[in-house]
């Protein structure tokens, strides 16, 4: 069973809204194809992490890389497991344009949507998903499409964000914005829990908060916006964000005032299909 704790919500109870269009979440992405690779340090971490949750050597045959955005790790996911075959399925046309033209690795790469996999039932060793569901309003439609394109015996590694994740810069805009939402919604983790045991529940779930150091809270919007995971509700400003502004978000930042912290609340999905 998944690991869960107690929260007393319903996962349904707010329709599950989306983050943001489909359209939206592959424009930003797709625009920061080209500055992903160097900003993707979180991204990098958490990989690393779901690789370790894999058999090394293990010869996974079919892998499945959903949600691959520049194929940063198609050629470790070839190395590490021994893939015979690999697909990178991306919903930004734009991100799997750069990987077709910087990874040198033989492997398929697919524009699709995750909740609609071109792929044939039964027909994967592995799915591999990196920092992917959190886009979704719902992870449960993903899930079973992981589900249908898995062999029995099959394996799931997943990796998402959860509540709590840059909680500091969501108190900072707070105090300079109240009223108004300057960072994503996330999973609360027994939210979580509960829809992943709906369709997978043989889940592990692990825990970890991750924290990366910026030199200010400026470099942590940069970065974020370098990957293109920026606030995409709809309540976001459509202009410039004034400098006096800017200038209270840093001042009502947590921190010493030389360097600042940012914590970001990982999960991690470990299923074995049965």
């Known amino acids: 069973m998944a690991e ?35 900003a993707a340090r979180l991204q990098r971490h958490m990989g690393q992490r779901l690789l370790e949750l ?3 050597g293990s010869g996974a045959g079919q892998v499945l890389d959903l949600g691959c955005g520049t194929g940063q790790f198609a050629g470790e996911l070839q190395a590490h497991l021994g893939a015979a075959a690999l697909t990178g399925v991306d919903l930004s046309e734009s991100m799997i344009r750069y990987a077709r033209a910087h990874r040198p690795v033989k492997a398929s790469w697919l524009v699709a949507d995750a909740e609609q996999l071109p792929v044939a039932d039964r027909s994967v060793d592995l799915v591999f998903s990196n920092l992917m569901i959190q886009w979704c309003a ?23 964000l959860v509540d709590g994740t840059l909680r500091e810069l969501a108190q900072a805009w707070r105090v300079v914005d109240p009223g108004r939402d300057h960072v ?8 979580l829990a509960q829809m992943v045991d709906e369709v997978c529940p043989s889940t592990v779930l692990h825990y970890e908060t991750v924290r ?11 970065e974020l916006k370098s990957l293109g995971a920026q606030y995409k509700g709809e309540s976001r400003r459509r202009t410039v964000t004034a400098p006096g502004r800017m200038r209270r978000l840093c001042e ?17 999905l470990q299923c074995r299909k049965v």
């Open 252 to 268: 009502a930042y947590p921190g010493d005032g030389n360097s600042v912290q940012a914590s970001y609340e990982a999960a991690y």
């Open 184 to 191: 994503n919604r996330f999973e609360h983790p027994a939210d």
């Open 212 to 222: 990366l150091d910026y030199d200010s809270p400026l470099q942590l919007l940069k």
């Open 138 to 160: 719902d992870p449960r439609p993903v899930l079973r499409e992981c589900m249908r394109v898995l062999k029995p015996g099959g394996l799931l590694v997943c990796s998402t």
């Open 4 to 38: 869960t704790m107690q929260s007393g919500r319903n996962p349904d109870q707010d329709a599950r809204l989306p983050i943001a269009g489909k359209d939206t979440v592959a424009r930003d992405f797709g625009g920061a194809s080209g500055s992903y690779d160097g």
């Open 54 to 56: 894999c058999l090394p």
